[in-house]
């Protein structure tokens, strides 16, 4: 199968209809970065900085961390790299850290909400990242945004690490996108003017599935009673890719779903150009793209949501038959 894929590395992800879905692969440690070449990603879409900070048994050092990003943007070469900064506390706790005991971690203290209320280590990951990019661009996201003053107070601490590191005589990046990750349905709410303030909104369908349904991400005897293709979640995600076209707001998808053909296809069908997914489901998300007409799939995905039906799968499959 492997072979199969590698002939179509170099092909774009192109559809039957003539589109083009932007394909890009998740990432987090160094050695995931070979992947970015072999496996004709366009850019990682998501960059865990976590990882980094999890795999260690101290708080990794400023100038550790900036020789890291510059190493990554180093092996992204041309290719854009989406770091998402800190999304931890709760059940991602640093052994270096003092763990809150929470009932729900998972909608806990955690990510940004952390970073807004502790900003040391946020402004030293921004500072890091700006001193890494060395006046290259520089792409930010910020994890588990749930209303628009999160994300503006969070662009406010990278505009002044920005400011700071001017003042210092570091380079400022030649371009900067600072984005927000779509997890909680709340956003997908949120007033226009939240939209034009970002530059970007990657929908993090992990997070995103898990509190939509109010299922446990981590608990599979729950979370595999609600399908993706449910036709309320995929109206729901409908409403985000019509209202980011709306405002012009460039739009992603980097949960798992991305990288699972039959989904990912979905997710292209229903407007999604952009997705990122670990480097292995590349391969097969694009076989089965360069298949489709997209317009002929959203016309079965919406016939079967408008005859009743719970899930739009069975007919979705029906019409990939053969394609794979
Ligand atoms: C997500 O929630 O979909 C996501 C991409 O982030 P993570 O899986 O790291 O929470
Ligand atoms: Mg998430």
């Known amino acids: 199968a492997q072979e199969r894929y590698a002939s179509i590395r170099d092909k774009p992800a192109d559809t039957l209809c003539g589109q083009h879905i932007k394909l890009k692969m998740n990432a987090g440690l160094m050695a995931d970065l070979p992947s970015l070449e072999g496996s004709g990603a366009e850019g990682v879409g998501l960059f865990r900085t976590e990882l980094q900070f999890l795999i260690r048994s101290h708080m990794p050092k400023r100038a550790e961390l900036s020789e890291l990003y510059s190493r990554v943007m180093d092996a992204a070469k041309d290719q854009r790299v989406v770091f998402r900064t800190l999304d931890i506390g709760s059940d991602k706790v640093l052994p270096y850290m003092k763990a809150e005991d929470e009932p729900n971690p998972a909608m806990g203290w955690r990510a940004i909400r952390v970073g807004l209320d502790k900003p040391g280590v946020m402004r030293m990951q921004l500072q890091a990242l700006i001193r890494g990019a060395k006046g290259r661009h520089l792409s930010i996201m910020f994890p588990f945004v749930a209303q628009r003053s999160e994300f503006t107070a969070a662009r406010a601490e990278m505009d002044k690490a920005l400011e700071r590191e001017r003042i210092l005589g570091h380079p400022q990046p ?136 719970e899930t739009v799968r069975g007919a979705v499959m029906e019409h990939l038959r053969g394609k794979f």
Request: charged fraction near 25%; aromatic fraction near 10%; hydrophobic fraction near 40%.
């Open 174 to 309: 030649a371009s900067i996108e600072v984005g927000a990750m779509l997890e909680t349905p709340s956003l997908a709410f949120a007033p226009d003017d939240f939209y034009r303030e970002v530059d970007f909104i990657s929908v993090g369908g992990n997070d995103l599935k898990q509190f939509f349904f109010a299922a446990d991400r981590e608990n599979e005897r729950v979370r595999k009673r609600y399908d993706t293709l449910n036709v309320s979640f995929l109206n729901f995600l409908e409403g985000i890719v019509y209202r980011c076209a709306t405002t012009g707001t460039p739009l992603s998808f980097c949960g798992e779903d991305a990288g699972r053909p039959v989904e990912a296809a979905c997710l292209a069908a229903i407007g999604f150009r952009t997705l990122s997914m670990r480097p292995a489901s590349i391969g097969p998300v694009k076989s089965l793209l360069r298949r489709l007409d997209l317009r002929e799939l959203r016309d079965v995905i919406h016939s079967e949501r408008d005859s009743g039906a």
